[in-house]
């Protein structure tokens, strides 16, 4: 039976260039415990995008490498619109291991702010 550990993040406001908003950290450390225990991983299980700004934004969220927002990694919204003074939740069990980088971007600066929950595991 998994030991996993709820976890939440941010609340963090969303910029409008591809930023890291979650990673997986690893394990390092330690006497005698080589080889066990290494890495950690994240289950998201609620993301929720609010926007605090009296007009409409859009946000963009990825799974992929460090601060990307390659083609094809796309997650959650692609340039999704966020009514005026409303948000949008996500839920759902999403894996990210170490080599994963939740990352996003807004419409435009500090309009967007992300916040979730989910669970920290170790491998």
């Known amino acids: 039976m998994a030991a996993n550990k709820i976890l939440r993040f941010g609340p963090v406001a969303l910029g409008t260039s591809a930023a890291n908003i979650i990673n997986p950290p690893t394990l390092t450390g330690g006497t005698g415990l080589a080889g066990t225990n290494t890495n950690t991983y994240v289950v998201l299980k609620h993301i929720r995008i609010v926007n605090k700004t009296a007009s409409a934004a859009t946000f963009s969220l990825y799974i992929g490498a460090t601060g990307a927002s390659a083609a094809g990694t796309e997650f959650m919204g692609n340039a999704t619109s966020v009514a005026a ?4 939740d996500w839920y759902g069990q999403v894996r990210l291991d170490v080599a994963d980088f939740l990352t996003g ?3 435009a600066g500090t309009t967007l702010t992300i916040e979730g929950e989910g669970e920290i595991g170790v491998v």
Do not use: F, I, Q
Not at 85 to 88: E, I, K, Q
């Open 85 to 88: 003074n409303s948000y949008v």
């Open 105 to 107: 971007l807004a419409s």
